[in-house]
């Protein structure tokens, strides 16, 4: 629980219920390589048990207590032994990798996404690949159904190609970057 009232008694405060779940935290390998961004409750579990240290705290100097000890709230963490990270040449495509490349947009009316569709079909022969796969809304991809988009006279908004970078991947399931990761990401992601 950050600063405050702990028991909830004397002050007549309420207790703050700490966001575990939605913050997340970068992690960093011993040799201040970026490796993933987690969640607060792991990076606190790491910190607690010697197996990283707090390179950042919380830029508004949120402190976690315990009966015997507190913790500074992390923003970035440093693994303390290095830890090899076998090379993938190739991105993955997920759900989420896709709809981050895409902002959430709907790459036909420009409309908030939610689902995933084929620009050329796949009953017409279509990939499953970054190239043939964009966000769309339900009401386009509806619409859309089998159809190519010269038959419907569509044209897309942006052409969709595979995602480029090396901390693109990091920052694939996090909806907002904490500006104080910028010095370790290097070039931009997307």
Same mark, same amino acid.
């Given at each position: 629980m950050p600063d405050g009232d702990r028991d909830g008694g004397g002050s007549g405060q309420t207790p703050a219920v700490f966001?575990?779940?939605?913050?997340? &935290?970068?992690?960093? !390998?011993?040799?201040? +390589? $970026?490796l993933t961004a987690l969640s607060l409750r792991r990076a606190v579990v790491l910190v607690v048990c010697g197996k990283a240290e707090v390179v950042h705290g919380d830029a508004s100097g949120l402190v976690l207590h315990s009966s015997k000890s507190e913790v500074l709230v992390p923003s970035v963490i440093r693994l303390s032994t290095y830890v090899r990270v076998p090379y993938r040449g190739r991105v993955p495509m997920t759900r989420a990798g896709l709809m981050h490349r895409d902002r959430y947009r709907c790459a036909y009316c420009g409309g908030r996404a939610e689902t995933i569709d084929h620009? &050329?079909?796949?009953?017409?022969?279509?990939?499953?690949? %970054?190239? !043939?796969?964009?966000?769309?809304?339900?009401?386009? !991809?509806?619409?859309k159904a089998d159809k190519l988009l010269s038959e419907l006279g569509w044209r897309l908004r942006v052409v969709p190609a595979a995602p480029r970078g090396p901390h693109w991947r990091l920052l694939a399931g996090v #909806?907002?970057?904490? $500006?104080? %990761?910028?010095?370790?990401?290097? +070039?931009?992601? #997307?």
């Open positions: 966001p575990w779940g939605r913050r997340k &935290v970068l992690l960093l !390998n011993a040799t201040f +390589e $970026p620009v &050329v079909p796949r009953s017409r022969g279509g990939p499953h690949t %970054w190239t !043939n796969c964009v966000a769309c809304c339900a009401k386009c !991809n509806h619409r #909806a907002e970057a904490d $500006p104080q %990761w910028l010095p370790y990401l290097g +070039e931009p992601a #997307a």
